[in-house]
């Protein structure tokens, strides 16, 4: 992790502003790089300018003389009658995607949004649905649905020595196996909310919000070394299918090269619109990588065997005994 450590950006930082400077330039607009998008974000929304400023303090600061990947605004909408329930709304380039939501919900619609940005509109990129972190150089890729542990795991990891890429996007140039760093805020759900406060009491997270359509979300801080690093990519070297099931015995166990293709491309959010180059980019993925499919019940076991499968990566993928993991299921 030397050359990720060491790649690092001349701008200035949003937490050198300081926090009403912050929030002042907030409301008129301000400019950031996160992973390879300049974005020019404008907020006006009670409470949410003091946890922006805590979960983006360490991104770069950008000036206004470049064309911006997308413009994002957040807005609080005047309450039509009294009494009734404060709004607010999303846009993208003047344009709003989705109905206006509950204004206590701010922070998780301002991510959520910029999710749906990167999603339907930067498809110069192939953007496979995983968590990617990268350990020794390589980048470990972890495709998963909903309700999996994806994001609980990933920042677990991210607080244990692995660089965040990113929970959400793994983003690749079509025809290349490098992943493109995109680490944001990483939101928890629910139980694991307080899963990751006990595993990793250095993590920051932002506050808990209520009532949202996935339940009570939290949002972790990547850790500063990410966020340095989001202009070095990582080259993939293994592909790890995450499930957490409660009470679970630890099993890890390979994947056939077939099912592995047919798994990231189902995890892909517009395979089909790259075409012809997203398939030869997947196959190439699984054809350099060890892939496996991973089912967890305690996240320090896990953790503990991911450390292991970096440390062992020289180890046969199909023998058990050669892999350095305790408590492999066979």
């Not at 937490?15 to 607009?29: K, N, T, V």
């Not at 920051?204 to 340095?228: F, M």
Request: glycine share 8%.
């Amino acid at each position: 992790m030397t050359q990720a450590r060491q790649a690092s950006t001349s701008h200035r930082r949003v937490d050198s502003l300081g926090a009403p400077e912050f929030q002042s330039r907030l409301a008129d607009a301000l400019g950031l790089r996160i992973g390879p998008f300049d974005v020019r974000l404008a907020a006006r929304a009670t409470g949410l300018a003091e946890p922006l400023y805590r979960l983006y303090g360490q991104y770069p600061l950008l000036d206004d003389e470049r064309v911006f990947s997308c413009h994002l605004r957040l807005e609080e909408l005047r309450a039509p009658w009294p009494r009734s329930k404060r709004r607010v709304r999303f846009t993208v380039d003047g344009r709003q995607p989705h109905d206006d939501m509950p204004a206590h919900q701010a922070l998780a619609v301002l991510e959520w949004g910029f999710n749906l940005v990167i999603a339907l509109r930067f498809h110069r990129f192939l953007m496979l649905h995983s968590a990617v972190l990268e350990r020794n150089g390589g980048a470990l890729l972890m495709p998963a649905g909903p309700g999996h542990g994806k994001t609980t795991l990933c920042a677990a990891l991210a607080h244990r020595g692995w660089r965040l890429l990113s929970d959400e996007f793994g983003l690749l140039r079509p025809g290349r196996t490098a992943f493109v760093p995109i680490p944001r805020p990483m939101p928890l759900k629910n139980e694991s909310i307080e899963v990751l406060r006990n595993f990793a009491p250095q993590a920051e997270l932002g506050p808990s919000i209520e009532g949202t359509i996935k339940g009570t979300v939290a949002h972790v801080r990547p850790p500063r070394d990410s966020v340095d690093a989001a202009a070095v990519e990582a080259p993939a070297r293994w592909v790890v299918f995450p499930r957490w099931q409660a009470d679970a015995r630890l099993s890890f166990e390979e994947v056939p090269r077939a099912e592995a293709f047919m798994s990231l491309a189902r995890n892909a959010f517009n395979y089909e619109v790259v075409g012809q180059a997203a398939f030869e980019t997947v196959r190439e993925i699984v054809d350099r990588s060890r892939c496996y499919r991973l089912v967890y019940s305690d996240l320090g076991e896990a953790v503990e065997l991911f450390d292991r499968l970096a440390a062992g990566d020289g180890a046969s993928v199909g023998d058990p005994d050669a892999l350095p993991v305790v408590g492999v299921q066979r």
